[in-house]
């Protein structure tokens, strides 16, 4: 199965910006679609965005709609987040999965998950 490495989590002021990135360490026929959720302390893992590999087609959540952006780097098999004008409330942690299906619409469309990247906004 596919192995996801997340990076680039950290410490920002509000207003600022992080990139974070998903290394994965294949895709297979089956690869889909890959996507970025968070949890905070006592809250419900979060659908943050989606996007699938052939045409970067793309999903985002209400809570950040206008805010962040997911890409991906085809050759690399790495997905991104952009994340601009952070808030206190996006202090969480970050998680990438990939999937097999399109479109997704929770956690359980997803059957590989990366190990969490930590994004802690001050204010």
């Known amino acids: 199965q596919v192995q996801l490495v997340e990076s680039g989590g950290g410490l920002v002021q509000a207003g600022g910006s992080l990139r974070l990135s998903c290394a994965a360490s294949r895709r297979t026929f089956s690869s889909i679609a890959m996507g970025w959720f968070r949890q905070a302390p006592g809250k419900e893992r979060e659908f943050v965005a989606a996007i699938t590999w052939s045409a970067g087609r793309t999903h985002y959540g209400d809570s950040v709609k206008g805010r962040f952006t997911i890409s991906r780097d085809n050759a690399k098999n790495t997905v991104y987040l952009q994340l601009n004008s952070l808030k206190a409330e996006d202090t969480a942690v970050y998680y990438c999965?990939?999937?097999?299906?399109?479109?997704?619409?929770?956690?359980?469309?997803?059957?590989?998950w990366g190990q969490g990247t930590q994004v802690t906004v001050s204010s």
């Open positions: 999965a990939a999937g097999r299906s399109w479109p997704v619409s929770g956690p359980r469309d997803f059957d590989s």
